[in-house]
């Protein structure tokens, strides 16, 4: 009875903050429903399901293991992503040196040119399509090249690539202007 009406107060709650379909807005509110029970009964049986010893079966050793559990779980959320990146980094890294390029140069000359690929495209980018890596890298390396610390404000300075067909003279004028 209390959970019904629990369940009712969540789904107003949230069709009054979002738009969202009722299929979808019982889900989710019978997933904070859950996370907000105590651990005890079926859902404490059914986290410790596969522990191994008396810690899938008597209640206290149980509910230790589940609540610890759960905490690795809410950590390895998050190191999960931290480890993905490190691994995308080190894979671009390797195939940036083996154009002559460091990671770091690499990134830099991303940030003059229109490409926006993230790391992960990279990495894949990198392992799987090493030809199409080639000419990202070519790109970036024509990039870095052909950029130079020109004055942007007084006491700051920006690094602007400069279109290839403009000879220097031009850009200067720009600059003065």
Partial sequence: HHRRRLLLALQ???????????EVLLFLCTALFALSMPLNGARLRKLSKGFRGRSKNCKLLARRR???ALQYQYRDRRQRKRVHRAAWIQQINAATRQHGLSYSRFMQGLT???IKLDRKVLADLSVFEPYSFRAVVSVVDQALVNSQRLPYAPGQAQY??????????????VVQE
């Fill in 160 to 173: 602007v690539v400069t279109p290839m067909a403009l000879p220097r003279e031009a850009i200067d004028e």
């Fill in 66 to 68: 589940a609540e610890k």
């Fill in 12 to 22: 107003i709650l949230f069709s009054s903050f979002f738009c969202l379909e009722s």
């Fill in 112 to 114: 003059h040119t229109d």
